[in-house]
């Protein structure tokens, strides 16, 4: 049974991030599970006081001395753990049997949290992901609503109910093997929400927001590392408050070297974030988390996760390693492939967008101008990588019902090849593997390939490594003819 047990109430009253995570490390290691609610009410209410608009006078000089937080009264946080279960063992007739939750009974308790919400509220809003937000506003994100129905059954005492994460959604899952699935919360604007429903069965099962149906399914470990990440800085649109970033990327920590960010690329990419900016004497350097974040989502989830690669290829962005970065926006590109585009998968789009028509024409404005000898114009891998770049999210759209591409992309595509002398061009070497419909990549020598052979059609993915195929008849191309049509240019 998890809770608010002694040794956590004797480290109140709270002043210090210190003491915020040896609370953290306490739950953590107890014998029984971290109390998920007892958690997202202490970061809420702490969050929260640092980020309201009481406290956006800018704190010039970052505090030094140990007591860097506004203090924490126990009884702040009893009130509030107390309002929390009795919402939910009042509203929720949980029978006695505690066996394995049922449909109705995630439903219930989805309903509990989405009835207490108030009317109508700017759902984007900071600040809304937190217990504290809920107890104290009504108020809950997307992503807020999920984790609030894991924790109200961990305080039913349904153990077998746990948190499962896309790149750009969260359900639960639950039941003896745990293998059945729930909406629990809302996606995107505009949508009828289908809770209490099975996750993606039909064609959104294609689309990247059910990631392929290889989503983070949390232990109650990782549901703390998904709270921490949520946890937000932001004091306005241009700052962070200092000790709440701070707070975040020291209880990130506890939870990598505890072992709970394995199975998580994204918490660890939120790492890597917050360590590139301010980094963490005798930890691994930022670069390494990010390359970790992508080992994750290739070794436990088959390489369908797209965020790990945009991570990492904003990383290099931000410090001028644009070969890098080309490299991995188009490993991003080559798992984005595999999916049909669905009206639900507007985040990646957008991510997509940003990375096509804003990062790579800045990368070529810069490179074409100076006079940089190592310019990436020369490197024939620079011209492959962005090939593969453009023929992923062509791919992207080839069998999807909603189109991606339109003219607004093709004005820094064609720029952006024809920046590639004919000679750099001519060194790119593109073999096609027909019967695997994957592409490879000749560069310096090697070949190139997908690293899971993916037939869209039956969904169906093989890891034997594809044949090499000559592809110089045209209709062998193994690109789409769009990008086809630039090559031969
Ligand atoms: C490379 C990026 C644009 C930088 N930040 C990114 N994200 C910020 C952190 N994000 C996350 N970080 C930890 N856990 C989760 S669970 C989830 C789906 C809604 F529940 C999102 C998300 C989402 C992705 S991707």
Redesign the pocket.
């Known amino acids: 049974m998890a809770g608010f047990r002694d040794i956590d109430k004797a480290l109140f009253p709270i002043k210090s991030i210190n003491t915020v995570v040896q609370l953290f490390r306490n739950q953590l290691e107890s014998p029984s599970v971290p109390d998920l609610a007892l958690l997202s009410i202490v970061s809420g209410v702490i969050e929260n006081s640092l980020t309201s608009r009481s406290n956006t006078a800018l704190q010039v000089c970052e505090p030094v001395e140990q007591n860097n937080l506004p203090v924490l009264e126990l009884k702040t946080v009893e009130i509030l753990y107390n309002k929390f279960r009795s919402i939910m063992l009042n509203a929720v007739e949980a029978n006695k049997s505690k066996g394995f939750a049922t449909r109705e009974l995630v439903k219930k308790v989805s309903d509990v949290i989405w009835n207490s919400l108030t009317r109508s509220y700017y759902k984007d809003r900071a600040h809304l992901q937190s217990l504290y937000s809920f107890l104290s506003g009504n108020k809950l994100d997307?992503?807020g609503v999920?984790f609030a129905v894991v924790a109200g059954c961990q305080c039913l005492g349904f153990n077998d109910v746990h948190l499962a994460?896309?790149?750009?959604?969260?359900w639960v899952i639950f039941g003896e093997n745990g293998t059945e699935t729930a909406e629990v919360t809302w996606h995107g604007k505009g949508n009828e929400d289908k809770r209490g429903q099975e996750i993606g069965k039909g064609v959104s099962a294609r689309s990247w927001l059910y990631v392929n149906n290889k989503p983070v399914v949390c232990t109650r470990h990782m549901e703390v590392a998904?709270l921490v990440?949520?946890i937000n800085p932001s004091l306005n649109s241009t700052h962070d408050a200092y000790e709440v970033a701070l707070l975040q990327q020291e209880l990130l920590w506890l939870l990598y070297d505890l072992g709970h960010l394995k199975k998580y690329p994204?918490?660890i990419?939120?790492l890597g974030?917050l360590e590139e900016i301010s980094a963490t004497e005798g930890k691994v350097p930022c670069k390494v988390l990010f390359e970790e974040a992508v080992f994750s989502a290739r070794n436990y989830y088959s390489n369908q996760h797209v965020?790990p690669y945009?991570?990492q290829g904003?990383y290099f962005y931000r410090n001028k390693m644009y070969e890098e970065a080309f490299e991995s926006w188009a490993n991003a590109s080559n798992v984005i492939r595999m999916y049909n585009y669905s009206r639900d998968d507007e985040e990646i789009y957008k991510?997509f967008l940003e990375i096509a028509n804003e990062l790579i024409p800045h990368i070529m404005k810069i490179e074409s101008s100076g006079f940089s000898a190592n310019t990436i114009l020369k490197k024939p891998k620079c011209f492959a990588d962005l090939l593969r770049f453009y023929d992923g999210i062509c791919q992207w759209e080839e069998g999807s019902a909603t189109p991606v591409l339109h003219i607004g992309w093709a004005k820094p595509l064609v720029l952006t090849i024809s920046r590639f002398d004919a000679d750099v061009r001519a060194q790119v070497n593109i073999v096609c593997d027909k019967s695997e419909e994957n592409m490879l990549m000749k560069k310096n020598g090697t070949y190139f390939n997908n690293n899971n052979n993916y037939d869209k059609e039956n969904g169906t993915t093989s890891n034997e490594s594809p044949s090499v195929k000559n592809s110089n008849d045209k209709d062998n191309s193994p690109f789409h003819p769009s990008i086809e049509a630039l090559t031969a240019a």
């Open positions: 997307c992503f999920a994460l896309s790149e750009d959604h969260a998904a990440s949520a994204m918490a990419g939120n974030d965020y945009t991570y904003g991510e």
